[in-house]
């Protein structure tokens, strides 16, 4: 299984980026995606996630200015993310979790920066 995200970078406040995550090694239409961050001397939170058929859900913090999208034939997992500020500032990880002999097994990307200034 790998997950390899990107389109992280330096963007002022206010601006916008997309991140992208590429996944490779089980069946990516059958599983939730989901999009955590983690800030310096925070722990790992909950961004957003979508489902195999495209039911979404966000985190308070970004509702209505992050989009989570698929498309399942590319195997891939956008975040839209729209009107940033200096606290989405993090580094973004993908996620996939996997069910097998009755356990899940959670599936990360090497994760990207995203840098906001104000």
């Known amino acids: 299984v790998q997950l390899q995200a990107s389109g992280g970078g330096l963007v002022q406040a206010g601006g916008s980026l997309r991140l992208s995550c590429v996944v490779s090694g089980f069946t990516f239409d059958d599983y939730v995606m989901g999009w955590f961050r983690q800030a310096p001397g925070k722990q790992r939170e909950f961004v957003a996630f979508?489902?195999?058929?495209?039911?979404?859900n966000y985190a308070a913090s970004v509702k209505g200015r992050f989009t989570i999208t698929r498309d399942n034939a590319k195997n891939t997992v956008y975040l839209q993310m729209n009107s940033l500020k200096p606290e989405d500032t993090a580094v973004y990880y993908c996620?996939?979790?996997?069910?097998?002999?009755?356990?899940?097994?959670?599936?990360w990307g090497q994760g990207t920066q995203v840098t906001v200034s104000s």
């Open positions: 996620n996939v979790g996997l069910m097998g002999g009755g356990s899940r097994s959670d599936y």
């Open positions: 979508i489902t195999s058929g495209g039911a979404t």
